[in-house]
Structures are given as structure tokens and as C-alpha cells.
């Protein structure tokens, strides 16, 4: 089964915040697991992918770490843009993926 | 610059068909390097994989929507699409289409705006 679980939902936080996000996938992804980030009204926007990767342009503060069934996505320093509703993505069954429920990181 | 574009009707009836093409520029969907995705997004909730489209016409599809749909390259080198059919409010959504980059890993890279669709009598 490869359902992902965020924890948590729903997190508040301020400006200059350190922040974690964690995926757990019910059965091990090795390391296919990807990291979005959506704002209201636009398209998801990749950030992590391969577990710990950076996509091009997407800024140092993010990063993102694990293997198996446990990883996470940390903003080290929370940025006012930073405020938005993120998503895991496991990729281990592509063709077929499965996101997570996702976490809205409010200010 | 690569770019992907939805299309199709803004409301559908119960029971009818969904249809929406998805252009992209940029690059060659022919390319054995992608796989193309349809994404949809009810309001307010999660995302959930449609289905998937390689350039060789092989199609993935989510096991809780096969019996419904069909995803097919275009008949132009730069479209594929999607059809859902026997839709209900259920299926009221923002739908996306998105490239998946094959390689080292797998990972939806690129994706449109998005367009709603809602069904409604």
C-alpha cells in the first residue's frame, strides 16, 4: 500500500520559524518521495525531489531528508511566501503516484 | 520554455462525459523521457492522480476511476487527453495536467494552471 500520511494537518508558525513537515508511506518508497508546494488558486510547484534533491530556483531554506517509509521537509528560516499548503508525492509505483492529504502551513 | 495548457468545458451535466485536451509547448511529447499526468484537485481538498499517458499510447489509470476513463495521446504530436465519463458532483474539480520526468526518479516538473470543472444539473 503506498498511502502517505503528513503530519501535521495544519500548522501555524511566524516569520524567521523553523519548520518541519513529515510523510510516513505505508510500505517502503526508498527514496521516491517528492515535496510540493501550492498556493491558493495555482498549480502545485515542485521543491524536493528524490527525497533530498532541490529543484532548480527553489531557494536553500528548504530541504528535505529520509528513506524507506519516514521523511521530512524542513524551512529552516520561514519566509512570509512560505506560507502555503504543502504536499508529499511518492513516485516508487510510477507510472501510478499518490500524494499525501497535505499540511497548510498558516502564519 | 515548456508549458502545459488546459481546455475543455467549465460544466458538465450528471452523467454525461468530461472531456479536456491538455497543449503542450516546449517539448516534444513524443520524447521517451516523459510521462504525461492528469491531476485533479476537488475544492478546498487534496490532490489525486487521474491517470498517466507515456508517448508510446500506454496508459496508467487510477484503479478508483479505470472503469470511467479513458487518457489518450492526441491526434496532434503536442496534445493529450482526458475523458471521464458517467461523471457525478463527486467529480466536481480543478483538473491539471502535468509532466512527469523519468529518470533517476520520477517527479511531476511541470504543470498547467489548472481548469475547473463542475458538474451540475
Known amino acids: 500500500d503506498f498511502q502517505l500520511t503528513q503530519s501535521p494537518s495544519s500548522l501555524s508558525a511566524s516569520v524567521g520559524d523553523r519548520v518541519t513537515i513529515t510523510c510516513r508511506a505505508g510500505q517502503t518508497i526508498t527514496h521516491y518521495l517528492n515535496w510540493y508546494q501550492q498556493k491558493p488558486g495555482k498549480a502545485p510547484k515542485l521543491l524536493i525531489h528524490?527525497?533530498?534533491n532541490l529543484e532548480n530556483g527553489v531557494p536553500s531554506r528548504f530541504s528535505g531528508s529520509g528513506s524507506g517509509t519516514e521523511f521530512t521537509l524542513t524551512i529552516s528560516s520561514l519566509q512570509p511566501e512560505d506560507f502555503a499548503t504543502y504536499f508529499c508525492?511518492?513516485?516508487?509505483?510510477?507510472?501510478?503516484?499518490?500524494f499525501g492529504q497535505g499540511t497548510r502551513l498558516e502564519i | 520554455q515548456l508549458q502545459l495548457q488546459e481546455s475543455g468545458p467549465g460544466l458538465v451535466r450528471p452523467s454525461e462525459t468530461l472531456s479536456l485536451t491538455c497543449t503542450v509547448s516546449?517539448?516534444?511529447?513524443?520524447?521517451?523521457?516523459?510521462?504525461w499526468a492528469w491531476i485533479r484537485q476537488p475544492p478546498g481538498k487534496g490532490l489525486e492522480w487521474i491517470g498517466s499517458v507515456y508517448n508510446s499510447g500506454s496508459t496508467y489509470y487510477n484503479p478508483s476511476l479505470k472503469s470511467r476513463l479513458t487518457i489518450s495521446l492526441g491526434t496532434s504530436e503536442d496534445q493529450f487527453s482526458l475523458k471521464l465519463k458517467l461523471v457525478t458532483a463527486a467529480d466536481t474539480a480543478v483538473y491539471f495536467c502535468a509532466r512527469i520526468m523519468v529518470g533517476h526518479t520520477e517527479y511531476l516538473d511541470t504543470w498547467g494552471r489548472g481548469t475547473l470543472v463542475a458538474v451540475s444539473s
Open positions: 516546449g517539448v516534444s511529447i513524443s520524447s521517451i523521457n516523459y510521462y
Open positions: 528524490g527525497a533530498s
Open positions: 508525492q511518492q513516485s516508487y509505483s510510477t507510472p501510478g503516484i499518490t
